[in-house]
C-alpha cells in the first residue's frame, strides 16, 4: 500500500514536500517514482529513485527544481518540489516497481498511491 500526503496550495516560487509511505513489501526492493496529471491530460512520468538508490531520474521540466529521495528506514519516499510554477499544478502519485532499473514511463503494473492534489496560484 502507498499512501501520499504533503500536497496543498502554495503561490508560485514557493516550495512543497510530498511524502509517499508504503507498506506491505520490502521497501528496499522496489524502484519509487513519482507521476503527475493535470486535468485533461494523461499522467505524466516526474521523477524516480532505484532500489539500490544509486541513481535517480527527472523529466525535463522539473530538473533542478524538484529532488526526489528515499529512506529505507521509513520506508517512505519524498518529493522535494521548490520554484513551483502553476503549470506544476497536479495530482502527484507515487508509484512502486519491484527492482526496476529505471521508471520513466507509466506501466499499468506499477503499484500506485491514491494521489495528493499539488495546485500552484500565479
Known amino acids: 500500500q502507498l499512501v501520499e500526503s504533503g500536497g496543498g496550495l502554495v503561490q508560485a516560487g514557493g516550495s512543497l514536500r510530498l511524502s509517499c509511505a508504503a507498506s506491505?513489501?520490502?521497501?528496499?526492493?522496489?524502484?519509487m517514482g513519482w507521476f503527475r496529471q493535470a486535468p485533461g491530460n494523461e499522467r505524466a512520468f516526474v521523477a524516480a529513485?532505484?532500489?539500490?538508490?544509486?541513481?535517480?531520474y527527472y523529466t525535463d521540466l522539473v530538473k533542478g527544481r524538484f529532488t526526489i529521495s528515499r529512506d529505507n528506514a521509513k520506508n517512505t519516499v519524498y518529493l522535494q518540489m521548490d520554484s513551483l510554477k502553476p503549470e506544476d499544478t497536479a495530482v502527484y502519485y507515487c508509484?512502486?516497481?519491484?527492482?526496476?532499473?529505471?521508471?520513466?514511463?507509466?506501466?499499468?503494473?506499477?503499484?500506485w498511491g491514491q494521489g495528493t492534489q499539488v495546485t500552484v496560484s500565479s
Open positions: 508509484a512502486a516497481d519491484f527492482r526496476a532499473e529505471t521508471m520513466t514511463t507509466v506501466r499499468r503494473h506499477y503499484y
Open positions: 529513485i532505484t532500489w539500490s538508490g544509486g541513481k535517480t
Open positions: 506491505g513489501r520490502t521497501f528496499s526492493d522496489y524502484t
